[in-house]
T-cell receptor, first 110, second 114 residues
Framework: KQEVTQIPAALSVPEGENLVLNCSFT??????LQWFRQDPGKGLTSLLLIQSSQREQTSGRLNASLDKSSGRSTLYIAASQPGDSATYLCADTGRRALTFGSGTRLQVQP | NAGVTQTPKFQVLKTGQSMTLQCAQD?????MYWYRQDPGMGLRLIYYSASEGTTDKGEVPNGYNVSRLNKREFSLRLESAAPSQTSVYFC?????????????FGSGTQLSVL
């Protein structure tokens, strides 16, 4: 059974910092990987999807990479802003459905 | 764009009561999902429907039933609610199965069972 771990559980940084969120998997046979953002009291918004033939994806200030050999993914956020404050979750797409980590709660201080 | 719509947003039940959570999507997606989110445990899949007319169990299906009424709607029923079912429930959809597609989520239903 796939298990997904996200470290750290919480992170507080000053505005403008570059930061990295980590995600690791017990089963390195990852098919595809998605990163999500969740704002308090809201649903999840898909940020980036890395498909099996890819190693990374970029969207604006966000860059996600996937190393299948080590079973790890990172989400890099450049020049963080207070509006980036949210919980970030990664998920192994697995077969038909997703296995989620419990998330990293990010607070960007103005 | 409505996307994925869930009702109700909040619900309080007594142990043993039944209720149905409703979900509808307007994106013409084939696949729909029900997840529950508990503190420190991430999201866990309850049931999913890969296409209209099909449903399959996820990781935590006990105590729940689902109906894929048509392509747009996927409901989750609690026949006899238990305190362990206190959680936030999310409905989601994807164009095909979620292995290759982005997943779109509703805003959630916060359920408390007393």
């Amino acid at each position: 059974k796939q298990e997904v771990t996200q470290i750290p559980a919480a992170l507080s940084v000053p505005e403008g910092e570059n930061l990295v969120l980590n995600c690791s998997f017990t089963d390195s046979a990852i098919y595809n990987l998605q990163w999500f953002r969740q704002d308090p009291g809201k649903g999840l918004t898909s940020l980036l999807l890395i498909q099996s033939s890819q190693r990374e994806q970029t969207s604006g200030r966000l860059n996600a990479s996937l190393d299948k050999s080590s079973g790890r993914s990172t989400l890099y956020i450049a020049a963080s802003q207070p509006g980036d404050s949210a919980t970030y979750l990664c998920a192994d797409t697995g077969r038909r459905a997703l296995t989620f980590g419990s998330g990293t709660r990010l607070q960007v201080q103005p | 764009n409505a996307g994925v719509t869930q009702t109700p947003k909040f619900q309080v039940l007594k142990t043993g009561q039944s209720m149905t959570l409703q979900c509808a999507q307007d994106m013409n997606h084939n696949s729909m999902y029900w997840y529950r989110q508990d503190p420190g445990m991430g999201l866990r899949l309850i049931y999913y429907s890969a296409s209209e007319g099909t449903t399959d169990k996820g990781e935590v299906p006990n105590g729940y039933n689902v109906s894929r009424l048509n392509k747009r709607e996927f409901s989750l029923r609690l026949e006899s609610a238990a305190p362990s079912q206190t959680s936030v429930y999310f409905c989601a959809s994807s164009e095909q199965d979620a292995t290759n597609e982005k997943l779109f989520f509703g805003s959630g239903t916060q359920l408390s069972v007393l």
